[in-house]
C-alpha cells in the first residue's frame, strides 16, 4: 500500500512539474515575443552579409548599425537591437565574417591590423553603406560593438571619418581598441561591466586620453571630443548585453547625441527570459526521459585505482601526442585539433575501460531512441529557442560537414566521460575529475602550441556550459537507458555546439 501511494505521489510530482514547465515556457515566449512586437524585422543580405534590419514602421531616425565579439553573432546583441528600434533609432546588425550564418570564413593573419582587422573593417563599411541607402536620408549615422568588434568600429569610423562620411556617435562595449587616440572617434561611449575589470582599465584609459583625472560614470569634453566609461554593475562580459544599465546608458548616449527624448520607449530586458525559458526546456525533458524505455543495465562502478588511471593518464599523454599531427583540415578555428583531440583522448579512455573494467563495458546496452531524444532536445528544441533569442545555432550548409567531422572525435569522448562518471550514477567528484582533467589538458595543448592552438581557450566556456546545460539531460538519459545512449546523444550534441559556435576560418 506505502509503495503504491508513493506511486502515485511520484506521477503526481511528475505531471505537475511538467506542467509548470510548459507554463514557464509559454510565459517566456510571450515576454520575449513582446519584446519584438511592433517592430518591422527583416533578414537581407548586403553584399552576402547576413543582416537584421529592425524599425518601428515609418521611422526617420539615425542609423545605428550593430557588430557583435568574437565567436558571437547578431542574435547575441538582440537586447541592444530592439531597446534601440523602438526608441525609434533604424538598427543593421549583422553577421562578422565566418560567424552566425555568414557562410565566408574569416580569412588573413589574426595577429596583423592589415590582415583579419582590415577585412572586418571593409565588411562593417559595406554594412554601414547600405544602412545609409536602406534609411535614403541623413538623420545620422552610430556605430555599436561588442569586444573583439570595438576595434573594428573605431577603426571603421577612422575611415569614414577620412572619406568625408563622419560617424555622429560610437559606443564600443567591452572596450580595447589601439586606435582610439585623443581625436578619435569624437564622440565615444565605452561601457563595460563591473567585473571586466581589464577592459574597464581600458576604457577609462582612453577617456583619460582627454582628462587625466577623469573618472568612470562622468562625461569628458575637450577640443570637440566628447568621451564617457560607463560601468553596469554586476556583470561581466556577456551579462554587459543584457544589463538594462547598459541598455539605458546607450540609448541615453545616442539621445543625447541625436538631441532625441525616448524616456517612455521600451527597454529590452530580455536576458532574464532567456534564461528561465533555457531552463524550462532543460527541465521538461525530465518527465520525457521517464516514458522512455528503461534499458539501463545493472550499475558497474570503476574502481578507484583504475578510474585514475583512466582519467589522469590521457591528461598529459594525449596533447603531447595531438599537438605533434597534422591539422588544417577543418575551416573552423581551431575545430580540428579539437577533433583530434576528443578522438584521440576518447578511444584512450575506452580502451583503459575495456581493458580494466568489463564490468562497465557490459553496461553498454541501448536502442537509438534514447539518444536520439536527448540529441534532438538538445539540438532542435533548446537550439530553436538559443537561435531565435539569443546566439546562433543553426548552421548554414558549410558548417554541416564540419560537424559531421567532428562527430568522429565527440561520439567516443562523450561515451567515455558518460561511462567514467558512473553512467548517471555517479558520485559527484568523479564527474568533477573527469571533466577537469580533460580540460586541463586542453590548456596544456593551448601552452604547447600557444601561437595556433592559443584560442583552445576560448573552447572552455562553452565546455562548462555544455557540461552544466547538456551534461545534466545526458545524465537523467544514462539514469534511464543507460551509458550507450547517453554518451551517443551527447556525442552529437556536442558535435553540434562546437560546429555551429565557432568561427569559419581560412588562412
Avoid at 54 to 82: E, K, N
Avoid at 325 to 354: E, K, S
Avoid at 365 to 380: F, N, Y
Amino acid at each position: 500500500m506505502i509503495a503504491i501511494k508513493r506511486k502515485h505521489i511520484e506521477r503526481f510530482a511528475t505531471r505537475a512539474g511538467s506542467l509548470v514547465a510548459v507554463f514557464v515556457i509559454a510565459l517566456c515566449v510571450w515576454q520575449l515575443e513582446r519584446l519584438r512586437a511592433g517592430l518591422l524585422i527583416d533578414d537581407i543580405r548586403v553584399e552576402g552579409t547576413p543582416t537584421t534590419h529592425y524599425r518601428v514602421p515609418g521611422s526617420d531616425g539615425p542609423l545605428v548599425v550593430v557588430a557583435h565579439g568574437f565567436a558571437g553573432s547578431r542574435q547575441l546583441m538582440q537586447a541592444y537591437s530592439l531597446t534601440l528600434a523602438h526608441a525609434g533609432y533604424r538598427v543593421l546588425a549583422y553577421d562578422l565574417l565566418g560567424h552566425g550564418r555568414h557562410p565566408v570564413p574569416m580569412s588573413g593573419d589574426v595577429t596583423r591590423v592589415d590582415g583579419t582587422t582590415a577585412l572586418l573593417v571593409e565588411q562593417a563599411r559595406r554594412v554601414l553603406a547600405a544602412g545609409r541607402e536602406l534609411a535614403g536620408g541623413d538623420a545620422g549615422t552610430a556605430l555599436l560593438g561588442h569586444s573583439m568588434a570595438t576595434d573594428v568600429i573605431v577603426r571603421a569610423a577612422h575611415l569614414e571619418r577620412k572619406a568625408g562620411r563622419a560617424i555622429d556617435s560610437v559606443i564600443a562595449i567591452s572596450p580595447f581598441s589601439p586606435a582610439i587616440t585623443a581625436s578619435e572617434p569624437a564622440r565615444l561611449l565605452l561601457l563595460s561591466g563591473e567585473w571586466e575589470s581589464g577592459l574597464r582599465d581600458s576604457a577609462l584609459a582612453a577617456v583619460r586620453q582627454l582628462d587625466a583625472a577623469a573618472r568612470e560614470g562622468r562625461t569628458v569634453r575637450h577640443d570637440g571630443v566628447t568621451r564617457r566609461a560607463a560601468v553596469a554593475a554586476n556583470v561581466e562580459h556577456v551579462g554587459v548585453l543584457y544589463s538594462r544599465q547598459a541598455l539605458q546608458e546607450t540609448r541615453h548616449w545616442l539621445d543625447a547625441g541625436f538631441q532625441r527624448a525616448n524616456e517612455q520607449a521600451a527597454i529590452a530586458r530580455s536576458g532574464i527570459w532567456i534564461l528561465l525559458l533555457l531552463a524550462a526546456i532543460v527541465a521538461l525533458l525530465r518527465p520525457v526521459v521517464g516514458r522512455l524505455p528503461a534499458t539501463a543495465g545493472p550499475r558497474s562502478d570503476i574502481g578507484v585505482a583504475r578510474f585514475l588511471v583512466a582519467t589522469l593518464l590521457p591528461l598529459p599523454l594525449i596533447p603531447l601526442v595531438a599537438t605533434v599531427l597534422p591539422t588544417g583540415f577543418l575551416p573552423v578555428l581551431v575545430a580540428d585539433y579539437l577533433a583530434v583531440h576528443l578522438a584521440l583522448y576518447g578511444i584512450l579512455q575506452l580502451l583503459i575501460i575495456r581493458h580494466w573494467s568489463t564490468g562497465a563495458w557490459r553496461t553498454l546496452r541501448s536502442s537509438a531512441l534514447p539518444a536520439l531524444v536527448l540529441a534532438g532536445w538538445g539540438i532542435g528544441l533548446f537550439g530553436f529557442a538559443m537561435d531565435r533569442y539569443a546566439a546562433s545555432f543553426l548552421p548554414v550548409p558549410e558548417r554541416l560537414p564540419i560537424i559531421a567531422a567532428l562527430c568522429l572525435g565527440t561520439l567516443p569522448f562523450m561515451l567515455a566521460d558518460s561511462l567514467l562518471s558512473g553512467a548517471g550514477h555517479g558520485r559527484w567528484w568523479r564527474r568533477l575529475v573527469v571533466r577537469v582533467c580533460f580540460m586541463l589538458s586542453l590548456g596544456l595543448a593551448a601552452a604547447l602550441r600557444p601561437a595556433d592552438l592559443g584560442f583552445l581557450v576560448i573552447v572552455l566556456p562553452v565546455l562548462l556550459l555544455f557540461y552544466l546545460v547538456h551534461g545534466l539531460m545526458g545524465r537523467w538519459v544514462a539514469q534511464r537507458c543507460g551509458a550507450l545512449a547517453a554518451g551517443a546523444g551527447l556525442g552529437l550534441s556536442l558535435a553540434w555546439v562546437i560546429g555551429v559556435s565557432f568561427p569559419l576560418f581560412s588562412a
